[in-house]
Nanobody, 120 residues
């Protein structure tokens, strides 16, 4: 099994910054992609940003230029640096990872989510 744990959520004023972390652990052989998703009250979960093992990234239009995703492959950890936060960024942020286990099977795992609230 592969577990993901997120850190770094909280309350921040508009224009502020937060950095989220996601650490993967368990029977991991390799992680292909790691991503951040978010879900606001009454809305569907949406993609925020993803990053491949090679460092290629993709962002939702709403966060381009403000958010940066990165990863430390040696530590199986992904980060999301969020700058110039807006009230509409308020949501529960979830980490996702896909890859292969030590046994050779594939996995796709989600973290438990971390609340980000942008409010004055």
């Amino acid at each position: 099994q592969v577990q993901l744990v997120e850190f770094g959520g909280g309350l921040v004023q508009p224009g502020g910054s937060l950095r989220l972390s996601c650490a993967a652990s368990g029977s991991i052989s390799s992680i292909n992609g790691m991503g951040w998703y978010r879900q606001a009250p009454g809305k569907q979960r949406e993609l925020v940003a993803i990053i491949t093992s090679g460092g290629n990234t993709n962002y939702a239009d709403s966060v381009k230029g403000r958010f940066t995703i990165s990863r430390d492959n040696a530590r199986n950890t992904a980060y999301l640096q969020m700058n110039s936060l807006k009230p509409e960024d308020t949501a529960v942020y979830y980490c996702n990872a896909v890859g292969r286990t030590v046994a050779g099977g594939r996995f796709g795992s989600w973290g438990q989510g971390t609340q980000v609230t942008v409010s004055s």
